[in-house]
């Protein structure tokens, strides 16, 4: 857990773990579960909420992406 707890802080994730009776941590961790699409240089480039989620939204940005990786020339003729 405690390799796991920095990753969530550094993607802005609200972080809490529970405690016992006797105060110990105990293995759940409470966050607000968020999707994040990275591109391939490790950039976020979006973030979605559960909340607001949107498949047809997600493949959209997903192909616009992949859109942006072609070379410039791909496609003409």
């Known amino acids: 857990m405690r390799?796991?707890?920095?990753?969530?802080?550094?993607?802005g994730q609200d972080v809490r773990v529970e405690?016992?009776?006797?105060?110990?941590?105990?293995?759940?961790?409470?966050?607000?579960?968020?999707?994040f699409l990275i591109d391939r240089e490790g950039v976020v480039r979006e973030?979605?909420?559960?909340?607001?989620?949107?498949?047809?939204?997600?493949v959209n940005?997903?192909?616009?992406?992949l859109l942006e990786e072609r070379p410039a020339n791909a496609g003409r003729r």
Request: hydrophobic share 40%.
């Open 3 to 11: 390799e796991l707890l920095p990753l969530l802080e550094d993607f």
């Open 61 to 65: 940005d997903i192909e616009t992406l």
């Open 47 to 58: 973030i979605y909420a559960l909340d607001y989620l949107h498949p047809a939204m997600m």
């Open 19 to 35: 405690n016992d009776e006797r105060r110990r941590p105990t293995r759940t961790i409470n966050h607000m579960l968020k999707l």
